[in-house]
């Protein structure tokens, strides 16, 4: 059964649960909360829990053992998850203070153990966690509240569970925890639980994408797909190649080195990989709007001009200059949709296919392996979309993840040769897909179809794409949530039980 968290984080988040609601509950029909589910988003791997209720200092302090444990982004996400649990409860209520009423809590202090000092964050970087609850009773014991996690992201997971754990009561105007005690052990299913963000097809304001970030802490996915250029704009400064950010709707809808810089880090304080994409050689109208030279003509301006040494210079200075902000093992190469029109029809590329023997097939192919070369050479792991593996799999670098889209049945083909996979079903997995309900999204399966475990193990995971075409900074998340939870809980939580 498909469950979801009630507790909200914040405005969004509660607005979010309300949207669940609605779609989980017949209007007619009134609701009440079942107490025998459990109320954890997603839903930890191992648990166990009692019916006792315990109490919450709103002083909770932090206590660290182990190597990791003084890490400034255990320190800065203890304190922002405090800010999301007492956000009513900020001390003594005015009722205690007029009744002088002294309260004793039973949780008073959070202990969390981190047994590695490495923040280096890669894929597959260990995010397991177990939290313990229980109640003290003024008896000596382990600790009433404590998160043992081997890294430093563990230990964010562990703080968000907690936090979904703590629920503020309108009665007695405190912080409790129902069902103690606690005994979580948790681990992701899947090491790639990815969000796509288009800011091509509308541009999105830093604070709005650090809004999305957050929120995809909430859900504990831990990969942003920047999807940051395309045919409409180029809003990223390259700073080898100035005129590139010319293809910007406006000289205010940019992001500077600075600004990408800080969204990489603003994702890492919570335990979030950000995935680049710069797509070649479809989807790249905007880039001639600064470098003319790399449309096949200045009436037909895409795919990029194959037959120009300046176009792979191009592409190398960009992946340089944008290797020094993502420092994530994956870069998206994109490959899809290329219509080869302008190649065939403009008479200097035309020229240059017949003096080296190449269809225009060809040189697509011939265009993402070179980008994939270069890529390769700036030490990253080349993601491109199903296109080039439906069209030329045995050439393609054995290092290549494949990026499923256009429908189920590619992620088997494609580890049956040895490829790494991502799934997105489009069917399923495209929020700009409003038609699509949040069960079909949680239906849709990552492993359909692959029964070999090795087979299986090279399924990296999964990601929701939120194409821009229809989505901007006012509906944005309402667009991403709370279907995107849906998957969350299937990238996290593998269940046989699916909902109707």
């Known amino acids: 059964m498909l469950l979801f968290s009630l507790k909200p984080h914040c405005k969004l988040t509660f607005l979010v649960s309300l949207l669940w609601l609605s779609l989980l509950v017949d209007s007619n029909s009134g609701f009440e909360l079942d107490e025998s589910l459990t109320y954890i988003w997603p839903l930890p791997s ?7 209720t315990l109490t919450v200092d709103p002083t909770l302090s932090l206590s660290v053992l182990g190597k990791g444990g003084y890490s400034k982004i255990l320190k800065e996400g203890f304190e922002r998850y405090k800010k999301i649990i007492f956000k009513h409860a900020s001390g003594i209520s005015l009722f205690q203070k007029w009744r002088g009423i002294r309260s004793v809590y039973d949780v008073s202090e959070l202990r969390i153990i981190v047994n590695s000092d490495s923040e280096e964050l890669q894929l597959g970087v ?7 609850l229980a109640k003290n009773d003024g008896k000596p014991i382990v600790g009433a509240a404590t998160i043992e996690a081997n890294t430093v992201y563990g230990a964010l997971r562990g703080l968000e569970t907690f936090s979904q754990m703590c629920a503020f009561d309108y009665e007695t105007k405190s912080v409790q925890i129902y069902k103690a005690p606690w005994y979580i052990k948790d681990n992701p299913r899947f090491a790639f639980r990815g969000l796509l963000l288009d800011t091509s097809r509308h541009y999105l304001p ?6 999305i970030i957050e929120s995809m802490s909430y859900a504990k996915l831990n990969v942003l797909h ?13 700073p080898s190649y100035p005129k590139l950010w010319n293809g910007a709707y406006t000289k205010w809808e940019r992001y500077t080195v600075e600004d990408a810089s800080e969204i990489v880090s603003f994702a890492k304080m919570r335990g979030i990989h950000v995935m680049a994409e710069v797509d070649v050689p479809g989807h790249a109208e905007s880039w001639g709007a ?6 096949p003509s200045s009436s037909c301006r895409e795919p990029l001009d194959v037959s120009k040494n300046f176009t792979f210079e191009l592409i190398s200075g960009i992946l340089s200059d944008i290797r020094k902000i993502f420092p994530f093992e994956l870069f998206h190469l994109g490959g899809d949709e290329v219509h080869t029109d302008c190649w065939t029809s403009t008479p200097h590329i035309k020229q240059w296919l017949n003096d080296h023997k190449m269809t225009a097939k060809e040189a697509y192919q011939y265009f993402v392996l070179k980008a994939q070369e ?10 491109n979309w199903e296109e080039t593996f439906n069209s030329f799999p045995s050439k393609l670098n054995p290092r290549t993840v494949v990026h499923n889209w256009l429908g189920p049945g590619v992620c088997p083909k494609a580890v049956a040769k040895g490829f790494k996979c991502i799934f997105s079903n489009q069917g ?17 399966e990552p492993l359909e179809g692959i029964n070999n475990v090795s087979e299986q193990n090279l ?9 821009g075409e229809t989505a901007d900074a006012s509906n944005v998340q309402q667009t991403i949530w709370p279907r995107a939870a849906a998957a969350a809980d299937k990238f996290h939580f593998f269940s046989t039980n699916t909902p109707s």
Request: hydrophobic residues 45%; proline residues 5%; aromatic residues 18%.
């Open 428 to 444: 399923a997995w495209y929020l700009d897909h409003l038609d699509v309900p949040w069960n079909e999204v949680y239906n849709a």
């Open 459 to 467: 399924v990296l995971g999964g990601e929701v794409c939120m194409w």
């Open 226 to 238: 920047w999807h940051i250029i395309d045919e409409e704009s180029f809003p990223l400064e390259v």
């Open 374 to 383: 270069i890529a390769i050479s700036k030490d990253w792991t080349p993601v």
């Open 126 to 132: 260990d995010e397991s966690y177990a939290l313990f």
């Open 290 to 295: 600064g470098y003319p030279d790399l449309w």
């Open 206 to 211: 830093i604070d709005v994408i650090k809004q």
């Open 46 to 52: 191992e648990f166990t829990s009692g019916n006792q």
